[in-house]
C-alpha cells in the first residue's frame, strides 16, 4: 500500500473531497479494528470508524504532518474510543479485563461443537476476544490489525509509530502465546466484514461538510461532534414507504358503527365496577408536607388575569417547585489538594470546588477552551496555587486559578501513548502514567524523561506515598498487569508478593501503608478449578515497609474467596479501607485491614470503575466518582448519598404510588425513571433513593444492572421492564419499595440466537450454519425462514433480510416494545408483535397483532417508544406506529380496527390512559375519548381548539394532560380543558397525580410539582 496520504489530503485541502474517500478505504480496516478491539462491540466499532473520519475530514487542515496522516488517525480513533466508554458509562466489562483460563483448552473443533449446539456466532466472537485477551495490549492490537485490518508490517509500522522489528516481534510473540489457537483466530478475524459502504456513508455525510480552517477562534470541542455517529448510523438506513395495517381474526362492529363518527355532548357517565389497571393510572394519597423544604413561594408579579384562546386561565401567585436532581453529577475527574480542597470536573469540562464548610459547590472555570482531545479520563490535579491540566496528550498549567493556560508540554510528537491513567505531584517530581508508558519532571513539568526500565505490562495504577522520603525521595508505586513496582533511582523494581499473582487491579496508599488487591495471570489459573470454584485467584494485600513485606487481609465475608475473581478497587483514607467491585456491592474496614464490617450490597454503596477517581478531605468524609455520578459519605463508608452539583436530567415514566396496607399518614412514594434507572422519593424530590435488582455479592458471576425502560403500575404493585444486552427481564417493586424482584417462572425473551445466525449468514459463514442445520431455507426465503424460528412481525423480519445493516437497531428496538400488567395478566411487544403471558402458561402467548408498515430505523424513538399500550380488565388498546387505533374486549384474542370512526386523521399515538371504563388517547391531532369504543369525540377547550397533549394521569375519576409546557383538567362534564397550572420551563416528559398536587417530569430540569389551590 503505496503512502501517498500527503497528495490525497492536499488535493481535499484544495477542495476535491472525493479524494477523501481513498483515505477512507485506505485506513477504515485498521481504525475499525482498533476501535473494536477497545469497545469490543463489532457493530458499534463501526459507528465509532465513521465518527473517527468525519472527525479527521473536520480537522485535515490542523495535520502539520500529512505524511503521518495514519499515526494522527490512530489517535483520534483511540480518543473517540475512551469518549465513548465516558459517555456510555458502560457497565460490561473490559475486554482487557476479561479472565478467560477457562477458555485455555478451547480448540476449534470444540468451540464448533459448542457452537452448533447454542447457534451463536456472537458466542465465537467472544471466544476470540478471550483469547486474544491473554495478549498484551500491543500484541493483540497488531494481531488483530495483521489479520482483520489486512495491513503489513510497514502499514502497521506507520499506523502505530513503531519500528517494523518492533511489530514483526509483537506479532510473533503473540503467535507463541497462542500456537494452538492462532489459525482459529486468523480465520475469524479474516472472515470478520464490515459494513461494504462504510466509504459511502462517511462520504454522503462529508458532502455536508467542509475541513475545518485554523483561526484563532475556539476549536471544535470533540463531543459537539458526537451527533454525528447519529447522522451516520440515520444516513446508513433508508427509508421507505408504509404499508397499510393487517390485522388477524377480524372481528367488527356492523358497518355503521365502523364509520360513523358521533360527537357525543352529553357528559360521560363512567362505569366504575372493576379498577382499571394502567401505566398512568393513580391512587390518590397525601399532598406533600410543607416541612420538607418543598414549599411553593408567591410571585406577585408571575401571573395575572389573561385570556388564551377564549379560555379562562386560572389566577394563581403560587408557581412550580423544582425538585432536587434524582441523579449524582457525572464526572471526568475528582481529587483533593494536600490541603483538603476537593475539586471536580463535570462531563461537560467545568470545574467546580467544594466550599471550606462543605456545603456548596462553586464552579471555577471552563476547560472546553483548551485545543486538546479529551480522553474518558482526563487528569487534573493543583500544586502550590498551580493547575494542571491533561486532557489527553498536552500538560497545560494556570496559575490564575483557570483565566489562562500554558502549554507545558505535549507527547502528540511521540503519538505512541494513550490512555491516561493518573498525575502524580510530590515535593521532589512529578509522575505522569499513561497506560503504556510512565514520565517523570523535575521542573514543574516543563521537561519529562520516559522511566520505564524494568516495568512490565499494562499500567492500571499509579501512586505516591507523600509526606514521607525513602531512598531520598517520596515511594512511587506502579502498578500493571504484569506485576506491582516500585520506583528505585531511574528505575522499576518488581516487588515479590506472598503469592505469583501478576495482575494488579488497584493500589492505594495512606501514610506508610500500602494496598494493593491483585488476581492470578491467566497462565496461573486452572479454568476448571475456578469454574467450579476450587482455586482461590484473587487477594489483597498490605504492606507498612514499602512493600518489602506483606500481609494477607482478603475480606473472607464478601465475594467468593476461591472461583473468578471479582475485579476490586481500593480507596484508603486514614484507618478506613474500602473495597469496592466493578459491577458494585463493597465492604470495608475501619481499622486499616485488620478486621472487615458487613458487605454492601450493590444497592447500598456506589459502583466503582478503574476510569474513576476518588479523593477525601476529612478522615471520615470520602467522595468517589462512580457509574451513576458522584458519591459521598461522611461516615467512612457506611452510607453514601448521591451529590448534584445544580443539574438535572430527563425524568421519565413518573408513577405516584401509595405503599399498600401502610396507613393513611403514611407518605405517597414518587417512582421516576432516569437513566434507564428507577429512582424514588417520599418527600415530594427532596430526597431520592435508587431502586435496584439485587446482585448478590456471593454468586460466582456477577452481571451488570439491567436498563430500566419500562415502569407500569397494575393492582397496587409496579412493575419494571428492563433489558441487558439480547435478553429482557421483568421485575416488580418489593413491598419495602427498596428493590426489584425478578417475575418468577415468566418465559424469557432472548434475541442472542436471531442475532448470532444473521452474523453468521452476514459473514458468509455456511460452513457453520450448515453444521447447526440453519443454512437450508426449505424452500421459502430467508425472512419465511427466520420468521418461523423466531417469534416477531413479519415486517421486522423482511427487514432483517433485505438489509443486513439495520440488524443492530431492528433488534435492540424489538427489545424496547411497550409492556402493560393487568391482573397478573402480562403484555409486551418483542420485535414489534405483541404477546400475553398469565401464570401458568409455560410460554408467551402470539396475540397475532404486530406491526405491518415498514419500521424506520432512522427515526429511534419511534423505535424505541413502540406500541402505546393500556389495558384493563380483558379490554386492550393499543396505538400503533402507523397510526392506527385498536382494540380487543378479550384479552388479546380478536382485535377490532378503530382508526376508521376516530374523530380526527392520527398519525403519532403519544399516550393511552383508562378513567373507569371510559379510555382516553392522546394523539398528534388531539385527544379522543369513548366510554365503550363504538363512538368517539374529541375533547377541546373552551374555544374549541383541538389541544395536543404529550402526557395523561388519572386520579379518580379526575382526568389531567399535560401539553408541551402546561397541565390542564377535563371539566367535570369530561369535554372541555381547562389550563390549570402556570406555564411549566422544560418540556414535560411525565405527569402524575396525587389529589391536588401534580408533578411533572421534564426534558433536563428533572422533577417540578405544584399544588392547585383554586379558589
Not at 495478549?135 to 495483521?146: G, K, P
Request: glycine residues 8%; charged residues 25%.
Amino acid at each position: 500500500m503505496k503512502n501517498d496520504d500527503a497528495q490525497f489530503i492536499q488535493r481535499v485541502l484544495d477542495g476535491d473531497d472525493t479524494a477523501f474517500s481513498a483515505l477512507v478505504r485506505k485506513y477504515q480496516k485498521p481504525v475499525h479494528t482498533l476501535a473494536w478491539r477497545k469497545i469490543g462491540d463489532f457493530h458499534i466499532a463501526e459507528d465509532i470508524t465513521q465518527e473517527t473520519f468525519l472527525k479527521a475530514y473536520q480537522r485535515l487542515s490542523t495535520l502539520k504532518e500529512p505524511q503521518s496522516f495514519a499515526s494522527w488517525l490512530y489517535v483520534i480513533a483511540a480518543n473517540h474510543c475512551s469518549t465513548w466508554h465516558r459517555k456510555k458509562r458502560l457497565w460490561t466489562q473490559s475486554l482487557e479485563n476479561t479472565s478467560s483460563a477457562a477458555l485455555e483448552r478451547t480448540t476449534y473443533s470444540g468451540y464448533l461443537i459448542a457452537e452448533n449446539e447454542r447457534v451463536a456466532m456472537e458466542t465465537k466472537r467472544e471466544v476470540v476476544k478471550k483469547l486474544l485477551a491473554k495478549l498484551q495490549e500491543s500484541e493483540r492490537t497488531v494481531i488483530t490489525l495483521y489479520y482483520l485490518g489486512e495491513m503489513n508490517y510497514e502499514e502497521i509500522s506507520r499506523f502505530l509509530g513503531v519500528s517494523v522489528g518492533t511489530v514483526k516481534t509483537r506479532i510473533y510473540r503473540a503467535r507463541q502465546r497462542l500456537k494452538k489457537e492462532e489459525p482459529m483466530i486468523r480465520e475469524a478475524l479474516e472472515n470478520f466484514q464490515m459494513t461494504p459502504n462504510l466509504t459511502e456513508n462517511v462520504m454522503r455525510e462529508i458532502s455536508r461538510l467542509k475541513p475545518v480552517t485554523p483561526s484563532g477562534s475556539k476549536p471544535l470541542v470533540p463531543w459537539a461532534i458526537t451527533v454525528s455517529t447519529l447522522a451516520v448510523v440515520f444516513l446508513m438506513l433508508g427509508v421507505s414507504s408504509q404499508y397499510l395495517s393487517r390485522f388477524q381474526k377480524p372481528y367488527s362492529f356492523d358497518a355503521a358503527s365502523e364509520m360513523k363518527v358521533e360527537l357525543i355532548e352529553a357528559p360521560i357517565v363512567l362505569n366504575l365496577e372493576s379498577e382499571p389497571d394502567d401505566r398512568t393510572q393513580f391512587g390518590k394519597v397525601n399532598a406533600p408536607n410543607r416541612n420538607n423544604g418543598a414549599v411553593q413561594q408567591p410571585d406577585e408579579n408571575l401571573f395575572a388575569a389573561a385570556q388564551t384562546e377564549g379560555e379562562d386561565i386560572f389566577l394563581s401567585k403560587q408557581q412550580w417547585v423544582q425538585a432536587e436532581p434524582a441523579r449524582g453529577t457525572w464526572l471526568t475527574t475528582v481529587f483533593s489538594t494536600p490541603k483538603d480542597e476537593l475539586y471536580v470536573v463535570d462531563d461537560d469540562l467545568n470545574t467546580h470546588k467544594l466550599s471550606a464548610d462543605g456545603k456548596k459547590w462553586h464552579r471555577i472555570f471552563d476547560m472546553k477552551s483548551l485545543d486538546n482531545h479529551w480522553a474518558a479520563k482526563s487528569l487534573v490535579a493543583k500544586w502550590n496555587d498551580t493547575f494542571y491540566v491533561v486532557p489527553s496528550d498536552q500538560l497545560f498549567a494556570s496559575t490564575d486559578g483557570g483565566v489562562t493556560w500554558d502549554l507545558r508540554y505535549s507527547w502528540q510528537e511521540e503519538q505512541k501513548y494513550w490512555n491516561l491513567v493518573e498525575l502524580v505531584l510530590t515535593d521532589q517530581a512529578f509522575y505522569l502514567a499513561f497506560e503504556n508508558g510512565i514520565f517523570r519532571s523535575e521542573d514543574g513539568g516543563k521537561t519529562w524523561e520516559a522511566i520505564n526500565d524494568g516495568l512490565a505490562g499494562e499500567i492500571v495504577s499509579l501512586v505516591a506515598i507523600r509526606n514521607t522520603v525513602h531512598l531520598g525521595s517520596s515511594p512511587v508505586f506502579a502498578g500493571t498487569k504484569g506485576g506491582l513496582y516500585r520506583l528505585e533511582g531511574g528505575g522499576w523494581q518488581h516487588l515479590e508478593l506472598p503469592v505469583p499473582a501478576k495482575v494488579i487491579h488497584s493500589v492505594a496508599v495512606v501514610e506508610k501503608r500500602l494496598y494493593v488487591s491483585v488476581e492470578l495471570d491467566e497462565d496461573q489459573i486452572d479454568g476448571q478449578k475456578a469454574g467450579r470454584e476450587r482455586q482461590q485467584t484473587w487477594w489483597i494485600f498490605r504492606s507498612t515497609d514499602f512493600g518489602n513485606s506483606w500481609e494477607d487481609i482478603t475480606p473472607t465475608n464478601a465475594w467468593p474467596i476461591t472461583g473468578w475473581a471479582p475485579w476490586i478497587q481500593l480507596v484508603a483514607v486514614g484507618d478506613t479501607l474500602l473495597a469496592s467491585e466493578m459491577y458494585g456491592g463493597m465492604v470495608r474496614s475501619t481499622d486499616g485491614g485488620d478486621t472487615w464490617l458487613a458487605p454492601q450490597s450493590p444497592g447500598a454503596s456506589f459502583s466503582f470503575s478503574p476510569i474513576y477517581a476518588a479523593a477525601t478531605v476529612a478522615e471520615n468524609t470520602i467522595y468517589v466518582a462512580g457509574n451513576a455520578g458522584l458519591y459521598r459519605t461522611t461516615n467512612s463508608g457506611e452510607s453514601w448519598n448521591l451529590v448534584n452539583i445544580g443539574r438535572h436530567g430527563p425524568m421519565l415514566d413518573l408513577v405516584a404510588f401509595k405503599e399498600p396496607d401502610n396507613g393513611r399518614d403514611t407518605p405517597m412514594t414518587l417512582y421516576g425513571r432516569v437513566k434507564e434507572e428507577i429512582m424514588k422519593t417520599t418527600d415530594a424530590g427532596h430526597s431520592w433513593k435508587a431502586v435496584h435488582a439485587e446482585i448478590p455479592m456471593k454468586v460466582p458471576v456477577r452481571n451488570p444492572h439491567p436498563s430500566i425502560v419500562h415502569v407500569t403500575k397494575s393492582g397496587g404493585v409496579l412493575y419494571a421492564k428492563g433489558n441487558s444486552p439480547g435478553d429482557i427481564h421483568l421485575y416488580r417493586v418489593s413491598v419495602d419499595g427498596n428493590r426489584l424482584v425478578p417475575v418468577q417462572e415468566i418465559p424469557r425473551f432472548n434475541s442472542s440466537m436471531l442475532r448470532s445466525e444473521l452474523s453468521l449468514r452476514r459473514m458468509g459463514r455456511d460452513d457453520i450454519l450448515r453444521a447447526m442445520g440453519r443454512l437450508d431455507l426449505q424452500g421459502g426465503s430467508l425472512a419465511e425462514h427466520l420468521e418461523k424460528s423466531f417469534p416477531g412481525a413479519t415486517q421486522f423480519f423482511k427487514q432483517l433480510a433485505a438489509d443486513p445493516r439495520q440488524t443492530d437497531r431492528l433488534v435492540r428496538g424489538g427489545l424496547r416494545g411497550a409492556f402493560a400488567v393487568s391482573n397478573d395478566t402480562f403484555y409486551m411487544e418483542y420485535n414489534f408483535k405483541l404477546f400475553r403471558w398469565e401464570p401458568g402458561d409455560t410460554e408467551w402467548y402470539d396475540t397475532e397483532l404486530e406491526e405491518t408498515a415498514e419500521l424506520d430505523v432512522d427515526v429511534w424513538h419511534k423505535i424505541m417508544e413502540g406500541f402505546k399500550l393500556t389495558v384493563s380488565g380483558n379490554t386492550v388498546y393499543v396505538g400503533k406506529r402507523d397510526g392506527h387505533l385498536v382494540v380487543s374486549f378479550d384479552r388479546g384474542n380478536n382485535w377490532i380496527d378503530l382508526t376508521p370512526i376516530l374523530p380526527f386523521p392520527v398519525k403519532v399515538f403519544k399516550e393511552i390512559v383508562f378513567a373507569g371504563s371510559t379510555v382516553y388517547v392522546a394523539t398528534d391531532a388531539g385527544v379522543a375519548t369513548s366510554s365503550d369504543g363504538k363512538r368517539w369525540h374529541a375533547i377541546t377547550n373552551a374555544a374549541g381548539t383541538h389541544l395536543i397533549m404529550e402526557r395523561l394521569a388519572v386520579d379518580g375519576t379526575n382526568v389531567y394532560g399535560a401539553s408541551e409546557k402546561r397541565v390542564y383538567r377535563l371539566e367535570s362534564d369530561g369535554s372541555v380543558w381547562k389550563h390549570i397550572t402556570p406555564e411549566v420551563s422544560d418540556s414535560v416528559t411525565s405527569l402524575a397525580v396525587d389529589g391536588s398536587v401534580l408533578y411533572v417530569g421534564t426534558q433536563s430540569s428533572g422533577m417540578l410539582h405544584f399544588t392547585v389551590n383554586e379558589e
